[in-house]
């Protein structure tokens, strides 16, 4: 119940609370220790004061001697053994100055100090007394001297009343820069709130982070933003991947049922059921080469950083040919490698994608040779596919690596439009980039991958 009626505090109120039961801690520790010091300063001095005045009377009584009694506040009684005062100052502002209590002890000790009034009383009388006892031919007697503690009392409550207005002000003045602090504190977050509270419903809203601010608070926000704008673009890539998964994968279901539905409402013979089941099978190829590129495309552009091991290209690269070689030899092609002895840091099963995309590409949109090749310059590698096809058009240069992008001429040709994104998208996973470059020879395409080396 405590839990939930503390929770109901905003931080603010929390915070200044705090400040202002910590500054009350501090001050009325602070408070007491001045005003305990000042008290022990007065008490010496009373006690000093009562000392010098008590040997004057003991003295001047045993003597037999007047006891002096002008100085205002001072007094004396010689108690006698009947509890009578036989002698004494006629100004003392009681009658007896002792206790009975007190007398005994002093009878009994031979000496007591004692302490009479209040100094939360300013109009009853107050002083300190100091009783001896004193053997004398006549009987026990008790000689009692005591001096005014009022003037000690005024000063004392007058501290005490400077001190708690003095700690009230303190205390007032705390909280206020405690709020001001804590307002000025925790309003960016009040702000940041509402800014998060309207994202989901408007796409592109950020933190309003103040840029001449370097707290914490400023770099939470921006560490926020960033958070956001990640959030915005893992949303974004996820609707753009059930669109295109939904866009791409119509065409070859639609072509599925078609034929399907066409097989079971007429009769067949088994020939043309066969072309049906190959058809089908094909389309099944694709959806699943399709979604699988999809689902890569999505790994690399979520962000995901390349395993790498240090790796020898030559070999990827004769390991990728190799496997196109049989089909350009049909198509009365070749294949070359141009390789030395290239290492860089690379995540192999990625660079063995994006170079069978690339060699794929060649294969079914080039023309003539195709040559893998890799160079190294400065802290680069290089890897680059060539072919002596037509090129990219013009106008494909700019987005020939968007997702589906395609040349006219090219979709009379079964493709995904995946292959080129997949690989800009490797690149980037390995901090490199991917370009299509321009030659001296209209007649040769090539397609660069930049990657670092280290």
Same mark, same amino acid.
């Given at each position: 119940?405590?839990?939930?009626?503390?929770?109901?505090?905003?931080?603010?109120?929390?915070?200044?609370?705090?400040?202002?039961?910590?500054?009350?801690?501090?001050?009325?520790?602070?408070?007491?220790?001045?005003?305990?010091?000042?008290?022990?300063?007065?008490?010496?001095?009373?006690?000093?004061?009562?000392?010098?005045?008590?040997?004057?009377?003991?003295?001047?009584?045993?003597?037999?001697?007047?006891?002096?009694?002008?100085?205002?506040?001072?007094?004396?009684?010689?108690?006698?053994?009947?509890?009578?005062?036989?002698?004494?100052?006629?100004?003392?502002?009681?009658?007896? !100055?002792?206790?009975?209590?007190?007398?005994?002890?002093?009878?009994?000790?031979?000496?007591?100090?004692?302490?009479?009034?209040?100094?939360?009383?300013?109009?009853?009388?107050?002083?300190? !007394?100091?009783?001896?006892?004193?053997?004398?031919?006549?009987?026990?007697?008790?000689?009692?001297?005591?001096?005014? =503690? =009022?003037?000690?009392?005024?000063?004392?409550?007058?501290?005490?009343?400077?001190?708690?207005?003095?700690?009230?002000?303190?205390?007032? #003045?705390?909280?206020?820069?405690?709020? *001001?602090?804590?307002?000025? #504190?925790?309003?960016?977050?009040? *702000?940041?709130?509402?800014?998060? #509270?309207?994202?989901?419903? =408007?796409?592109?809203?950020?933190?309003?982070?103040?840029?001449?601010?370097?707290?914490?608070?400023?770099?939470?926000?921006?560490?926020?933003?960033?958070?956001?704008? *990640?959030?915005?673009?893992?949303?974004?890539?996820?609707?753009?991947?059930?669109?295109?998964?939904?866009?791409?994968?119509?065409?070859? $279901? #639609?072509?599925?049922?078609?034929?399907?539905?066409?097989?079971?409402?007429?009769?067949?013979?088994?020939?043309?059921? =066969?072309?049906?089941?190959?058809?089908?099978?094909?389309?099944?190829?694709?959806?699943?080469?399709?979604?699988?590129?999809?689902?890569?495309?999505?790994?690399?552009?979520?962000?995901?950083?390349?395993?790498?091991?240090?790796?020898?290209?030559?070999?990827?690269?004769?390991?990728?040919?190799?496997?196109?070689?049989?089909?350009?030899?049909?198509?009365?092609?070749?294949?070359?490698?141009?390789?030395?002895?290239?290492?860089?840091?690379?995540?192999?099963?990625?660079?063995?994608?994006?170079?069978?995309?690339?060699?794929?590409?060649?294969?079914?949109?080039?023309?003539?040779?195709?040559?893998?090749?890799?160079?190294?310059?400065?802290?680069?590698?290089?890897?680059?596919?060539?072919?002596?096809?037509?090129?990219?058009?013009?106008? !494909?240069?700019?987005?020939?690596?968007?997702?589906?992008?395609?040349?006219?001429?090219?979709?009379?040709?079964?493709?995904?439009?995946?292959?080129?994104? $997949?690989?800009?998208?490797?690149?980037?996973?390995?901090?490199?980039?991917?370009?299509?470059?321009? $030659?001296?020879?209209?007649?040769?395409? *090539?397609?660069?991958?930049?990657?670092?080396?280290?």
């Amino acid at each position: 119940m405590a839990h939930t009626r503390r929770s109901r505090l905003t931080i603010k109120r929390r915070l200044v609370r705090n400040v202002a039961v910590a500054m009350l801690l501090v001050l009325v520790v602070t408070s007491g220790f001045v005003f305990w010091r000042v008290k022990y300063g007065l008490d010496r001095q009373v006690s000093r004061d009562l000392r010098a005045y008590d040997d004057v009377v003991t003295q001047d009584v045993k003597s037999s001697e007047e006891v002096p009694s002008l100085t205002p506040g001072q007094w004396y009684q010689v108690v006698d053994e009947n509890g009578d005062v036989v002698a004494g100052s006629a100004s003392a502002p009681v009658a007896h !100055l002792l206790t009975p209590a007190m007398e005994r002890e002093a009878r009994q000790k031979g000496v007591t100090h004692a302490a009479r009034g209040s100094i939360w009383h300013p109009d009853s009388y107050a002083f300190q !007394l100091k009783a001896t006892r004193w053997e004398r031919p006549e009987g026990q007697a008790v000689i009692v001297a005591a001096i005014s =503690r =009022r003037p000690r009392d005024e000063t004392l409550r007058e501290l005490l009343l400077q001190l708690a207005l003095a700690d009230l002000a303190v205390l007032i #003045a705390a909280s206020y820069v405690g709020y *001001r602090t804590a307002r000025g #504190a925790l309003d960016p977050v009040e *702000r940041y709130r509402a800014a998060a #509270a309207g994202a989901g419903d =408007r796409p592109g809203t950020r933190l309003p982070v103040d840029p001449e601010r370097r707290d914490e608070l400023s770099r939470l926000g921006v560490t926020l933003n960033d958070l956001i704008e *990640r959030l915005e673009r893992a949303n974004e890539r996820e609707h753009q991947f059930l669109a295109d998964a939904a866009h791409e994968l119509r065409t070859p $279901l #639609a072509l599925i049922s078609g034929e399907v539905e066409l097989a079971l409402h007429q009769q067949r013979d088994a020939e043309y059921l =066969r072309e049906v089941v190959v058809a089908v099978a094909a389309e099944t190829e694709r959806m699943a080469g399709l979604a699988n590129a999809l689902l890569d495309l999505e790994e690399l552009e979520s962000g995901v950083q390349a395993s790498v091991t240090s790796t020898d290209l030559g070999p990827v690269l004769r390991a990728t040919a190799d496997r196109y070689r049989a089909v350009l030899e049909r198509e009365g092609r070749v294949v070359v490698v141009e390789a030395s002895h290239v290492e860089a840091d690379v995540s192999e099963p990625w660079i063995d994608a994006a170079l069978g995309n690339l060699v794929s590409n060649a294969v079914r949109y080039g023309a003539g040779t195709v040559t893998l090749s890799v160079r190294a310059e400065d802290d680069a590698v290089l890897l680059a596919v060539d072919d002596e096809g037509d090129g990219f058009p013009d106008d !494909l240069h700019a987005r020939a690596f968007d997702r589906f992008t395609r040349a006219d001429a090219s979709r009379t040709t079964r493709g995904s439009g995946l292959g080129l994104p $997949l690989v800009m998208a490797i690149a980037q996973a390995h901090g490199g980039t991917a370009r299509i470059e321009r $030659l001296a020879d209209p007649a040769r395409t *090539r397609v660069l991958l930049l990657l670092p080396r280290r």
